[in-house]
Nanobody, 123 residues
Framework: QVQLVESGGGLVHAGSSLKLSCVAS????????MGWFRQAPGKEREFVAIISWGGGSIDYSDSAKGRFTISRDNGKNTVYLDMSSLKPEDTAVYYC????????????????WGPGTQVTVSS
């Protein structure tokens, strides 16, 4: 099994930046694709970004593209999400996920998930 733990969430003003981190343990030595999803109040969970194990393939949602940057440090078993120009609509619980096979978003992506970290953007 793989355990994922997110950190870095918080309360910020619109236009601010946040950097989320996700540390993997257990079977983190496997070449997992890693990603970030989010779930806002009253909405379904939505895809944000996915990065391949080597970092050469990155998939962003339309809402994340141009504002968010996903990266990873395999030596630290950590994936990051740098968020800038945050908007109130970015308010959500952000979840880190891992998928053994797929490096692009599809509806069934994700073999493992973290418990989430809250991001709140005030207007």
């Amino acid at each position: 099994q793989v355990q994922l733990v997110e950190s870095g969430g918080g309360l910020v003003h619109a236009g601010s930046s946040l950097k989320l981190s996700c540390v993997a343990s257990g079977r983190s030595s496997n070449h997992y694709n890693m990603g970030w999803f989010r779930q806002a109040p009253g909405k379904e969970r939505e895809f944000v970004a996915i990065i391949s194990w080597g970092g050469g393939s990155i998939d962003y949602s339309d809402s994340a593209k141009g504002r968010f940057t996903i990266s990873r440090d395999n030596g630290k078993n950590t994936v990051y999400l740098d968020m800038s120009s945050l908007k109130p609509e970015d308010t959500a619980v952000y979840y880190c996920g891992a998928d053994l096979h797929v490096n692009r978003y599809y509806s069934g992506w994700g073999d493992y998930w973290g418990p989430g970290t809250q991001v709140t953007v005030s207007s």
